[in-house]
């Protein structure tokens, strides 16, 4: 069947749309995810084995924590029972009336033989706010081994040990984990977890079976204090909206490799209107184009649905059968996704279309998007990816 000239471009998109679908249920399929089914017991186990495993290295976890976000001692008691021989949790405020450090002493009176660290600290070595708080959090680390990750991360008693056992390989620079979106808050927070699940994660499976890995999430990114140092210290992040990846890109540079664990952490997500849905959309959507714009600009065929439905009108008569196979295969996909992180609670069909609309939407705003919301502060933008001073507005 010839197809006529002008039918080309939207024919071509088309095409590209379904093969990359083909090709992330393709990497989902061949992915082995190791979950974490549960979360916490009352007491961290002290079997005699691990009491003498002298082959761990001492961990610092550090935990930067801003408000009482839903879930929150929950998400931080399940780092408390790590099964791990030696760790210390330094949690971070900046603000001394933080609700969060209440939660932390709560945790301090639960688990009395855990080294448990509260930094109060007022440190700015840069407008990005994350990393200003691990700047003072970094101050009362004792280890060598830092593991960072988020407030909103909840994980199992073998996290640890899933985490550290790469970076014991002297070439490794970052270790970094997935992570699976649960929501907690109702519609909107059932839809940025589709995108979270349904976008997000196998755009991550299909840069890595492409090539070598370069994302690193701040939902777990695990170094040596070494690693960091020469890189620069925080102070060589603290201009970035993308800390995270920042340090991986960095690390690199350095000539260490960026290692994507398979172990996959969950993070709730709480976002329970639309304008909380769509400004932390935005501020991910906006953070990948900061670092990546060529692919960012790109990344639209990653929604292949609303991509295909809205170009099959000007691909001709083969617009229908692409629109007819990205359907079937998108179905597919959904359920795929929701068997292989067990999901059985949330995310029904109509949930994740919407997320793949919504994510199309979200990824033309950040193509000219300027400024970002952040912690109930706006933030400038620059087309590096720097952060301006916050004008509170």
């Not at 000239?5 to 992330?24: E, G, I, T």
């Not at 699976?180 to 299909?206: C, D, H, K, T, Y």
Request: charged share 20%; with cysteine.
């Amino acid at each position: 069947m010839m197809i006529p000239w002008w039918h080309w471009p939207a024919w071509s998109l088309c095409a590209a749309a379904l093969a990359y679908l083909a090709f992330a249920l393709g990497a989902l399929t061949r992915w082995r995810p190791r979950l974490v089914d549960t979360y916490l017991s009352d007491q961290r186990s002290t079997s005699p084995q691990q009491e003498t495993d002298k082959d761990w290295p001492a961990v610092s976890l550090l935990k930067p924590l801003h408000g009482l976000e839903p879930g929150l001692y929950e998400n931080l008691r399940s780092f408390c029972s790590q099964d791990y021989p030696s760790y210390e949790i330094v949690f971070g405020v900046q603000d001394p009336a933080d609700p969060a450090i209440a939660v932390v002493e709560r945790l301090r009176r639960g688990y009395p033989d855990l080294p448990i660290a509260l930094s109060i600290s007022a440190a700015k070595v840069g407008n990005n706010p994350k990393v200003n708080n691990l700047a003072g959090i970094l101050a009362l680390c004792r280890h060598d081994y830092l593991v960072i990750s988020d407030a909103d991360i909840r994980v199992g008693s073998d996290y640890l040990r899933e985490i550290c056992r790469p970076l014991q390989d002297d070439g490794v620079g970052v270790v970094t984990c997935l992570y699976r979106g649960m929501a907690v808050a109702g519609f909107w927070s059932r839809i940025l977890a589709a995108q979270i699940n349904e976008s997000f994660l196998p755009s991550v499976l299909v840069a890595e079976r492409l090539g070598p890995t370069i994302f690193c999430g701040g939902a777990t990114m695990a170094l040596r204090r070494g690693t960091l140092e020469g890189i620069g210290g925080w102070a060589a992040l603290a201009k970035h909206l993308a800390d995270d990846y920042q340090l991986g890109a960095l690390s690199r540079a350095q000539g260490k490799r960026t290692v994507l664990s398979g172990y996959v952490v969950d993070t709730l997500v709480h976002e329970a209107d639309f304008a909380a849905f769509y400004q932390h959309a935005l501020r991910w959507s906006r953070t990948t184009r900061a670092v990546q714009p060529a692919g960012h600009t790109l990344a639209f065929i990653s929604y292949p649905l609303p991509v295909v439905a809205l170009l099959a009108p000007w691909a001709g008569q083969p617009g229908l059968i692409f629109l007819v196979v990205v359907l079937g295969l998108r179905l597919v996909y959904h359920y795929a996704i929701l068997k292989k992180l067990r999901i059985t609670n949330s995310e029904g069909v109509l949930d994740a279309f919407l997320a793949d609309g919504m994510g199309l939407l979200i990824w033309f705003h950040a193509l000219f998007a300027r400024r970002i919301r952040w912690r109930g502060d706006r933030f400038a933008i620059d087309p590096k990816g720097r952060m301006g001073g916050h004008d509170g507005a």
